[in-house]
């Protein structure tokens, strides 16, 4: 990732999706950044501040949580006292065309 690279890592990447792995101890902030689309899942318990601009909120998550996260731009700050552990999948574009081969479920 070209922002914040102390605290994420590209763990796979392809055409369709690129995956990152974000670590961060107690204290830690990151710069603004932004995310495409994205689905997040926690893989430790931690306790965040979101700023956004002006705004900001406070978030406290459990580990086990996968959720949707829209687009987005903001700086994160480790407000608790574990580290942070997060997997998100990011979402790029793309104009492919639907398979016409196996399907994995119901017509």
């Given at each position: ?24 101890h107690p204290g ?45 731009e903001h700086a ?32």
């Amino acid at each position: 990732m070209e922002s914040n690279p102390d605290h994420y890592a590209v763990v796979f990447e392809n055409d369709r999706v690129r995956v990152l792995e974000y670590t961060d101890h107690p204290g830690d902030r990151t710069t603004p950044h932004t995310h495409p689309d994205s689905v997040m899942h926690t893989l430790s318990s931690f306790r965040r501040r979101l700023h956004s601009g002006d705004l900001h909120r406070d978030v406290e998550m459990p580990a086990g949580l996968t959720g949707w996260l829209p687009a987005q731009e903001h700086a994160g700050e480790n407000i608790g006292d574990s580290p942070t552990h997060v997997l998100f999948v990011e979402l790029k574009d793309s104009q492919a065309t639907p398979s016409t081969g196996v399907r994995l479920g119901p017509e």
